[in-house]
């Protein structure tokens, strides 16, 4: 990477890493929480499923997502501990059902039995205990450390930064065809498949930029995607 890809990049992780971006994006319903002064417990649901939901345009869901915390009442902790869920076969986003959303309040009831938070789990944890997936060593898990961004980051701008015992070192790129293909064309992967291996390599090229705080990169390529890289055209 170039000392001027290195600069570009800068450039748009400070210009992107601002709530103004994120108004209508998942993370808005678990910072909203946090306004609020809810429980951590509160805002790790409201991460949970504000990150399930996270596939489609952005405009669905934020409205899905507010119809699942409007049956919550808003109170995302009472109601999963309440064992008391709205089960049916309908869907509330996508193909995501009620009464899939019911399994994973199931599951966080168990874990919050012997547990205060979520943060002691690792991405392959939350993807077979919270979200009841089969263990897959290759994911990429982009919704998983997506989620772990907005718990551990703590810079006070986007991310909530309310998982003190985790290192932002350790957290890897949130990987989905996009922000593959944005990697890609700026020359920080060159695996092929989209999976945990090319997420790592994205991450360690954030790293040459941010060793401590690698996952600032991701608003760089969130700032690649909203200019299309006209900038890093003009620029490079």
Known sequence: MTGQQKDILRQWADRYNDPRWFEE?????????????????????????????????RSMIVRDCTRL????????ADYV????????????????????????????????????????????????????????????????????RWMVRRDGKVDLGLWHSSDPRELIVPLDVHVYRQASELGLVTRRSKDLGAAIQITDSFREVWPDDPLLGDFALFGYGVTGGKECQDSI
Not at 36 to 53: K, N, Q
Not at 69 to 76: L, S
Not at 130 to 139: E, F, N, R
């Open 81 to 148: 501990l309440s064992g008391e869920w709205r089960s049916d076969p309908v869907s509330i986003h996508r193909t995501v059902k009620w009464c899939d959303v019911a399994q994973i309040c199931s599951r966080l009831r168990d874990w919050y039995s012997a547990n205060e938070s979520l943060e002691p789990l690792n991405a392959s944890q939350i993807r077979t205990l919270i979200y009841g997936q089969k263990d897959d060593p290759t994911a990429a898990n982009k919704k998983i450390n997506m989620m772990r």
């Open 69 to 76: 915390f409007d049956e919550m009442e808003w109170r995302p």
């Open 25 to 57: 994006d998942p993370i808005a319903f678990p910072r909203e929480f946090a306004r609020r002064g809810s429980s951590l417990r509160d805002i790790e649901i409201a991460a949970v499923f504000a990150a399930h939901f996270a596939w489609g345009r």
